[in-house]
């Protein structure tokens, strides 16, 4: 081999260049024997060919791993999709318009096998379950789909289970399947594209619940067996087929078999002027189907049905023509409860329905029609209009009658009727219907070219009984309505009403008419009185009046009436009497067509003058038709007192005498279902309320501001309102106050300011002068907020300079004076209300004047407005020495207590006992001697009585104490209170060198509340002073009356005592007292017994009358015992 610099590498790159070559990345020079250039190109080809076929086989296997890995991609697509991410993905794109979510468990796609997906959920918009299925199959495999064209085969859902939530307002079902609003798109041609495909679904075994969130109610359907064919090649889009059994909550279920087939309208046929729904057939078969399964449907409209049924129906759909043949529908022991009702159920044993309902335009067509039940009876053919709209009933009212078709008569029978239906026919309790039918008829004709549709329903022959004793109602009521068609439109021929305590007879055309009427509520309440359930409310009077309307504008109407109603009286045993010898009512307004089913009134005004009073409502003409809400002007003038028997049926029990003259200003918006006012400004003149314990009398209420009633929700709202009086001003800001059953709720700003004295006197009656009274001002705010269920009032207020007047009992005549004043008195807390648990709950609060006594109270009330379950507790710091200045006035400047203490007191159970509040109160067992004129226990009824399972503690301690001349040691007084009486713990106190000793106790539920002492010692061996001969004891002993010194030591005992709490010195003590051999100085009944003494001994001495017995300055008085008994403010003694 020639030599050369390098070796050659194998498989590089080799260039050749004059006996050089190029080979990787340097030149190599080659030599030879023979041709050196020749050699090294041969051996250099050489080395080439093979490098090339190494490459060759390189790029083959490549391209073969590469074509396996596509292929193997490809292959295991499906698994990889299914179980990556990618599958979420997918999902979203196949549900595009669905707004919920869609999971599944397992997924098992392969390219030549069917597409099986297991354990399938369907979320709604709130994330709970909607659709369950446990498997869903193809009938193809994923290729076959692909391969397939418009045939996808047939897809199987093994056990699906839909669960769908009724609401008022929809369900969960509508809300995932409501598309979002998307763009307008651009019409396409029809083509290949636009032929929809060709699919059946099979359900397996499948089951539905629907359930009302608001009576969790469900509606169960099971063993359900569906076949969906769409876009079969011969005729039909749709093609429903179901098998299942439904039932409700338990109760045996029913079979149900439809068969649905429905073809829309084709594009020729939608561009058409004639309205199309396209075509099908319709076949419902049932039998025993429980009528409570449509419960989760009725009750929207707030109807429940319950019963069950067989049911054969056909149906058919053409263009826009629906036909609907009832072959028999049978309904047993059907039950009906509705609004209409008046909470009662309409029940019938059997009801029957069988006809032919065709549906145009605005009419129904009835064939052979056949309504059969123990109440009622109807059959007939004919057309009858069918209008949703107040602008579509003139409409359809001509058609109707244009067809001239009508033959329908029926009855119904009133003694069945009232049977089932006794309250929604205003019957009483003791009385019934025993015979009488309604006739009904329809009936359409031809007179003189002009065709007519007559209405008419007759009561005749109706007997009754109430108690055993008949009562024939022989006049029958007849009352119609003919309507015709004619040139000028529709026209109401005649419009009458025959009875004996009324008549009514009209006529016109609908764009020009006049009604008039007559009537006499006497003869109405003799007649129909016995039997209708009018709360022995006695009422009289006579009634004339018209109603008359003429065309206005292009699409209104003007209507005016009058009414006048003479001699009005309106009794009941249960509210005054309500006279009026003239009510006048005038109305007029203006009424457009506002679209839809709205009449709207544009400008009317309304009058009501009643003697005195007269009311003005008045809508100003709408700027625009659309302005909402309106406002009517109102204005009101009249006596107060007349008002309240107007008013005492929505006032309810309200045992008071109003009084006063009325102006009343504001403006008022009737809205469903609220009613709002605003501007208002109500002032009452002379305002009076009287009642058993209240007399109130204001020169001048007046009231302003704006406020909204809530009918639906029994709510009051007001931003702002104000009650401005000379004892009470109210200030309310972002009021709500809602009085619904079960749900109180309350919230905003109250503030006010008083003043005590006037307030105090509204607790006096008229016939009673007041003994006492206090003075002062008081201020304060109230907080309200409402968070949950839970209602938290803050309250803030006090009293300036809190005075209290009383009158001596000594002076009558004379003006009360003072006898106690604070300063300032507060009141401060926090209270919360829970409605769920009707438990207020005391979280704070604290009454307080200055540094005299101070009350914290915690703890919770149970029905407050009941029997009021109390489980409190606080405690209470007082300063003895500044209560005594307080009580000094009052009780006697030689009052001194001492001791400075804070004591725990607790109350707990019922406060009230409401079932014994109305019964008489037992007098207290006295066996005391009192005179004939005296009753100081009168027999009252308790209006609320302490209940016996009431119990509580308190205490007070002192550390001493004078009063009267009688100088107290330590002591402490223990209360409980159990069976309606505070019993107060055996106290025994050192007292002026002797000692009390008493036992009392209080009786609560006695009227008014009694104090009661049981026979017994009560002050042992007291020390006789100067201070009580000058206080009380000279009105039991008066030989020591204002004696200047006196010594010796007395007892007193008790036979027994009863005093009312509210004033003692009016009740009953019976006693005697003991002096132990007493020495009593100088005092006026003392002296005067000295005197003659003294005149005794000159003459028993023989001296001269007028000698000196000046030395002799002391009365002694040996051991003896005064009787002395106290009734009515006077004591007697012996």
Not at 861 to 888: E, I, K, M, S
């Amino acid at each position: 081999m020639p030599a050369c610099e390098r070796t050659v590498p194998a498989f590089r790159q080799v260039r050749v260049r004059e006996k050089e070559f190029w080979v990787g990345d340097c030149w190599l020079a080659v030599s030879g024997p023979n041709d050196p250039h020749e050699d090294g190109i041969a051996a250099m080809t050489h080395v080439q060919d093979g490098a090339d076929s190494r490459r060759k086989n390189r790029i083959r296997v490549r391209r073969m791993v590469i074509f396996g890995l596509v292929a193997f991609l490809i292959w295991f697509a499906p698994q990889i999709i299914v179980l990556s991410p990618l599958r979420y993905v997918l999902l979203d794109s196949l549900a595009e318009h669905y707004q919920g979510a869609v999971r599944y468990e397992a997924a098992h796609v392969g390219w030549l096998r069917p597409v099986a997906i297991s354990k399938v959920e369907v979320f709604d918009l709130d994330g709970d379950v909607l659709l369950t299925a446990k498997q869903i199959t193809t009938e193809k495999s994923l290729l076959g789909l692909l391969l397939s064209g418009r045939d996808l085969g047939t897809v199987t859902v093994d056990q699906p289970k839909l669960l769908i939530k009724i609401r008022q307002d929809g369900s969960n079902l509508e809300d995932a399947l409501a598309r979002p609003s998307a763009p307008p798109t651009s019409p396409t041609s029809p083509g290949r594209d636009s032929q929809p495909r060709q699919l059946t679904v099979q359900v397996v075994n499948g089951s539905a619940d629907l359930v009302d969130v608001r009576s969790h109610r469900a509606l169960t359907a099971s063993g359900m067996t569906l076949t969906v064919e769409l876009a079969r090649p011969q005729a039909a889009f749709v093609d429903v087929q179901v098998k299942a059994d439904i039932g409700m909550n338990g109760h045996p279920s029913g079979d149900l078999d439809l068969k649905l087939s429905y073809t829309p309208a084709s594009s020729v046929e939608a561009q058409a002027t004639t309205v199309s729904y396209g075509s099908g057939t319709m076949e419902l078969e049932t039998n025993h189907l429980p009528l409570l399964a449509l419960a989760p449907l009725t009750e929207r409209w707030g109807v429940h049905v319950d019963g069950w049924c067989d049911t054969r129906l056909r149906g058919s759909l053409q263009g826009e023509r629906l036909q609907v043949t009832v072959d028999a529908w049978t309904a047993h022991d059907l039950a009906v409860r509705a609004p209409l009702l008046q909470d009662e159920t309409f029940q019938q044993s059997r009801v029957d329905l069988s006809g032919t309902l065709t549906f145009v335009d605005d009419a129904v067509s009835l064939q052979a029609f056949e309504l059969r039940s123990s109440v009622a009876h109807l059959t007939g053919s004919g057309t009858l209009p069918l209008a949703t709209t107040a602008e579509e009933l003139a409409p359809a009212l001509a058609a109707a009658i244009r067809h001239a078709d009508q033959q329908f008569s029926g009855s119904i029978d009133l003694p069945a009727l009232a049977a089932t239906l006794p309250r929604t026919m205003h019957l009483k309790e003791d009385a019934q219907i025993t015979a009488g039918k309604l006739l009904i008829q329809i009936r359409g004709d031809t007179l003189e070219s002009a065709r007519r549709l007559t209405s008419r329903v007759t009561a005749t022959g109706v007997t009754g009984m109430v108690s055993g004793h008949m009562i024939p109602l022989d006049a029958p009521v007849d009352m119609g309505v003919t309507l015709r068609q004619t040139d000028a439109g529709l026209g109401l021929d005649n419009l009458f009403c025959h009875a004996p305590f009324l008549a009514i007879e009209g006529g016109g055309l609908l764009t020009q008419g006049q009604v008039n009427l007559t009537g006499d509520l006497s003869q109405f309440v003799q007649q129909w009185g016995p039997l209708l359930q009018l709360d022995q409310t006695t009422l009289t009077g006579s009634v004339q009046g018209n109603l008359k309307w003429a065309s206005w504008q292009p699409r209104g109407t003007k209507i005016s009436g009058e009414m006048l109603v003479r001699d009005l009286v309106v009794a009941s045993p249960m509210i005054p009497a309500w006279r009026e010898p003239q009510v006048k009512v005038i109305a007029e307004g203006h009424v457009v067509s506002g679209g839809g089913d709205q009449l709207q009134l544009v400008q009317g005004k309304l009058d009501v003058t009643s003697a005195t009073d007269k009311v003005t409502c008045t809508l100003p003409q709408a700027l625009a038709e659309t302005q909402q809400p309106r406002w009517l002007d109102c204005v009101a003038r009249g006596d107060l007192s007349r008002w309240q028997a107007r008013l005492q049926p929505f006032l309810g029990e309200f045992n008071y005498r109003l009084s006063g003259r009325v102006d009343l200003m504001t403006q008022v918006a009737l809205t469903e279902p609220a009613v709002a006012m605003r501007g208002c400004k109500l002032t009452v003149f002379d305002f009076g309320c009287r009642g058993e314990e209240v007399s109130i009398a204001e020169p001048q209420i007046v009231v302003q501001g704006d406020c909204s009633w809530n009918r639906d929700a029994r709510e009051v709202q007001s931003n702002h309102l104000t009650l401005t009086g000379t004892a009470l001003a109210l200030r309310a800001e972002r009021l709500a106050w809602r009085l619904a059953d079960n749900d109180f709720r309350a919230e905003g700003q109250l503030g006010f300011r008083g003043d005590v004295q006037r307030l105090s006197q509204w607790l006096h009656t008229a016939d009673s002068a007041p003994t006492s009274h206090l003075a002062g001002e008081i201020l304060g705010n109230v907080t309200l907020t409402h968070q949950g269920d839970t209602t938290q009032m803050v309250l803030n207020s006090h009293i300036n300079r809190l005075d209290f007047y009383a009158q001596d009992p000594a002076n009558p005549q004379n003006p009360p004076r003072l006898q106690w004043s604070e300063p300032l008195v507060q009141l401060i807390g926090t209270v919360a209300y829970d409605r769920l648990s009707r438990t207020a709950t005391i979280e704070q609060l604290e009454a307080g004047a200055n540094d005299t006594a101070r009350a914290t109270l915690t703890g919770s009330l149970l029905d407050p407005t009941g029997v009021c379950q109390v489980d409190v507790q606080g405690q209470v710091t007082y300063d003895l020495g500044r209560l005594a200045t307080r009580l000094r006035p009052w009780l006697g400047a030689d009052l001194e207590l001492a001791g400075q203490q804070t004591r725990q007191w607790y109350l707990k159970g019922p406060l009230f006992d409401l079932q014994a509040s109305q019964q008489p109160v037992q007098p207290v067992s006295n066996s005391l001697s009192i005179p004939a004129q005296a009753d100081p226990l009168p027999n009252r009824i308790s209006p609320n009585r302490i209940s016996e399972q009431l119990a509580g503690e308190a205490s007070i301690v002192w550390d001493q104490g004078k009063y009267a001349g009688l100088v107290a040691g330590p002591g402490e007084v223990q209360a409980q209170l159990a069976q309606g009486m505070i019993a107060i713990a055996p106290i025994q106190v050192p007292l002026s060198g002797g000692q009390f000793a008493a036992r009392p106790r209080i009786l609560l539920n006695e009227h008014p509340s009694l104090i009661v002492l049981d026979k017994g010692p009560v002050l042992q061996n007291v020390e006789l002073s100067a201070e009580m001969c000058r206080g009380w004891l000279k009105y039991v002993a008066p030989v020591m009356a204002d004696a200047t010194e006196v010594r010796g030591r007395f007892s007193t005992d008790l036979d027994g005592a009863i005093m009312p709490l509210s004033s003692p010195v009016e009740g009953n003590v019976k006693g005697r007292l003991q002096v132990h051999a007493a020495q009593v100085g100088p005092g006026p009944v003392s002296r005067a017994f000295l005197g003659i003494t003294q005149q005794v001994a000159t003459i028993v001495r023989g001296r001269g009358i007028g000698t000196d017995l000046a030395g002799i300055q002391w009365l002694h008085m040996p051991e003896q015992t005064v009787e002395y008994q106290l009734v009515n403010g006077r004591i007697y003694h012996r």
